[in-house]
């Protein structure tokens, strides 16, 4: 066997093993979302028989959903977790490229360097350190805890820092300071600048932002259980939360609880999916 | 269009950098003002400074007699094409180029009209719909420059427009903008560190060096009379020989010692050097200025060397040679036999020498 056919071979059976593992991996994280798929079609007892069949003895049902929807109010914590959603990642938006943009083209000014310095060193710091202080900030003191505006506030605090350092990245390596004095001398006001040149500009850091909070923000069920308390302002993953009984749980329901909370955040990612790749992999390579 | 008046104009940055030093020009409307010189020499700093992007740190900068110091950019009439053209990468071509006017709310109409009108000069009209990254570097620097026309300011500010183009384009554009500033009658600032680019579309070039302004005149002043060493040197491709040169003095006559070769200088020169009379001056000579002196011995001061390198450019050839330790170029006909390894015997068109005092490196021979 020459050297060239050594190392032919040599390749061949490397990408071999790369696309096992990776084949391995997928299965591991697909596997979840699949077991959720294939049960939330089947009744409660053939979830506990065969949770790995297809189909059930008793066949293929729907009628999980209709019973799920009316347990956890769906409709109404839909409208919650959706109002929360949208208006959070939309603020957290707005106020972290903002802020990023003071940032990085004040750069010489010492308090915008400390205030980003505060922002990525917050990002460190756990939740769970936060969660006990914070409730009792909010609640105790000023009582203004159980409302959505209060849970789109907290969110926004929460996720402003991460977001501030994306858009500080993008705006520092993505747009030229020529384009901002072009339109200056064009007639732009600063504040114009920022809205018709900079803000279109960041349009792929503004997508994979846009995804990863809302992610958080639709799934987020620490946060929400300390502050939301009335029934009548629940997100989806609280209200799941009553089909985990102390002494049973209704499977069946769980799963289909679970589809629905899955199904807009899913349908989000397929929309924003082209921004994210760009997002990502923006500045990787000289345009 | 407009007149523009520089006035002391000094920058210094908060670090203590001091970029331009009392920079004063009175610009008249419709001139193609060339601001030239290596990099870092202040050229584009000053630049900025007109359009606002920059802070005067003292002096006065006036348009039309308006005092326009502390004036925002969008306030002063002014227009700028980038180096790097700065087009807005979302917005189409014809966005870009009516962008200035609808910031100024002019109907949609008209500013269609006025971007088609301005698309036919540069020939830009099947791009109009294309965004930025769908054009070539040559078309990006044309709807930058369409970009300021359609404005109609009172000033065209330019900062190296042409430096990101390939030599091809580089000259057609030059052309282009040549013609641009005849058919609109602007008043144009353009900033450039490429004297070939000076010498053919200025009017009148000022020549900087750290921030400093070494002589603000025509091209052909610039050519024929520098005022010191550094703008010598610098106007003129290849660059000047400089050569120390001994001044003696024999009888009524003045010569040079170059290298050993005696050069007799004609009345005009020998007056200029009397007080140097056993001193070393600088003696400048432009390689074009260096003929083929094989057989004009009688005709002219001649010297020789022998040839090491020659670069054949078509029309003509330039050869190197070294005299006095000092590397030297002469500009000839291609059709000249002299090659490398031959002594060539080059003959000094004396009515072009420059000469220049080798301490302050002034020329002894300027004149306004």
């Known amino acids: 066997m020459t050297q060239n056919e050594k190392a032919a071979a040599a390749k061949k059976r490397n990408h071999a093993i790369m696309i096992t593992?990776?084949?391995?991996?997928?299965?591991?994280?697909?596997m979840p979302f699949i077991l959720v798929l294939i049960n939330v079609f089947k009744d409660k007892a053939d979830i506990v028989t065969s949770p790995l069949a297809l189909i059930g003895a008793h066949g293929f049902t729907l009628k999980n959903f209709p019973e799920a929807m009316a347990k956890m109010d769906f409709f109404n914590v839909f409208k919650n977790s959706l109002i929360i959603t949208i208006c959070s990642t939309i603020l957290t938006i707005l106020v972290s490229a903002m802020t990023s943009f003071v940032i990085v083209r004040n750069g010489k000014w010492k308090m915008c360097t400390a205030v980003f310095?505060?922002?990525v060193a917050s990002m460190v710091i756990p939740f769970q350190v936060l969660m006990v202080p914070l409730v009792s900030v909010y609640g105790g003191i000023f009582g203004i805890l159980n409302s959505r505006i209060t849970l789109i506030f907290m969110h926004v605090g929460?996720?402003?820092?991460?977001a501030t350092?994306?858009?500080?990245?993008?705006?520092h390596t993505n747009i030229p300071l020529e384009l901002e004095e072009a339109a200056l001398i064009d007639g732009c006001t600063r504040w114009q600048t920022f809205w018709k040149i900079v803000f279109p500009l960041l349009k792929p850091t503004i997508a994979t932002v846009a995804i990863i909070d809302a992610m958080a923000f639709w799934n987020d069920y620490l946060l929400p259980s300390l502050v939301l308390t009335d029934k009548a302002i629940y997100t989806i993953p609280i209200a799941t939360q009553q089909f985990y009984g102390t002494y049973s749980t209704d499977i069946g329901l769980v799963m289909a609880a679970l589809v629905l909370a899955m199904l807009p955040i899913l349908i989000l990612y397929l929309f924003l999916q082209k921004y994210i790749v760009a997002g990502v992999t923006s500045g990787a390579v000289k345009g | 269009m407009a007149s523009l008046s520089l006035k002391h104009i000094e920058k210094v940055y908060e670090n203590g950098f001091h970029a331009v030093h009392d920079f004063n020009l009175e610009v008249e409307d419709k001139e193609f003002?060339?601001?030239?010189?290596?990099?870092?020499?202040?050229k584009s700093t000053t630049l900025r400074m007109i359009a606002g992007l920059e802070d005067i740190s003292s002096g006065e900068f006036k348009i039309d007699g308006v005092l326009m110091n502390d004036v925002e950019p969008k306030d002063r009439d002014i227009a700028m094409v980038f180096q790097s053209y700065a087009l807005y990468p979302h917005m189409t071509v014809r966005d870009n180029m009516g962008f200035a006017l609808?910031?100024?709310?002019?109907?949609?109409?008209?500013?269609?009209?006025?971007?088609?009108e301005v698309a036919k000069i540069l020939d830009l009209e099947k791009l109009l719909d294309r965004k930025p990254k769908a054009l070539s570097g040559g078309q990006r620097q044309r709807v930058a420059m369409g970009r300021a026309i359609v404005r109609q300011p009172k000033v065209f500010l330019m900062d190296e427009p042409l430096s990101n183009l390939d030599a091809k384009l580089r000259?057609?554009?030059?052309?282009?903008?040549?013609?641009?500033?005849?058919?609109?009658?602007?008043?144009?600032?353009y900033v450039t560190h490429d004297q070939t680019e000076a010498m053919t579309l200025g009017t009148r070039i000022v020549v900087m060096k750290d921030g400093i302004v070494q002589q603000i005149n025509s091209p052909e002043h610039l050519y024929n009379k520098p005022c010191n060493?550094?703008?010598?040197?610098f106007i003129g491709s290849p660059q000047m020989n400089f050569l120390d040169a001994l001044v003696e003095k024999k009888g009524a006559d003045t010569f040079l010692d170059i290298a050993g070769f005696k050069i007799k200088l004609p009345a005009d020169k020998a007056a200029a050097v009397q007080d140097y009379v056993g001193k070393t001056i600088v003696a400048g000579i432009r390689p074009e200025h260096l003929l083929d002196g094989r057989g004009k011995e009688d005709q002219f001061c001649t010297i020789t060397a022998p040839i090491e390198v020659r670069e054949l450019l078509g029309a003509e050839a330039y050869l190197y040679f070294t005299l006095a330790g000092k590397q030297c170029t002469a500009r000839v006909a291609s059709d000249v036999d002299l090659y490398v390894g031959m002594v060539g015997t080059m003959a000094l068109d004396l009515n072009k020498l420059q000469l220049f005092d080798k301490e302050t490196e002034l020329s002894l021979l300027w004149t306004e």
């Open chain 1, 158 to 162: 929460f996720s402003v820092s991460m």
């Open chain 2, 229 to 233: 060493l550094f703008v010598a040197g």
């Open chain 1, 21 to 30: 593992v990776l084949i391995l991996l997928f299965l591991f994280f697909i």
């Open chain 1, 117 to 119: 310095a505060l922002m």
């Open chain 2, 33 to 42: 003002i060339i601001f030239v010189g290596p990099s870092g020499c202040g």
């Open chain 2, 171 to 189: 000259v057609q554009m030059r052309t282009e903008i040549a013609k641009l500033h005849e058919r609109l009658g602007t008043t144009i600032i």
């Open chain 1, 165 to 171: 350092f994306m858009f500080h990245g993008a705006i």
């Open chain 2, 102 to 116: 609808k910031l100024r709310n002019v109907p949609k109409d008209e500013i269609d009209a006025k971007v088609d």
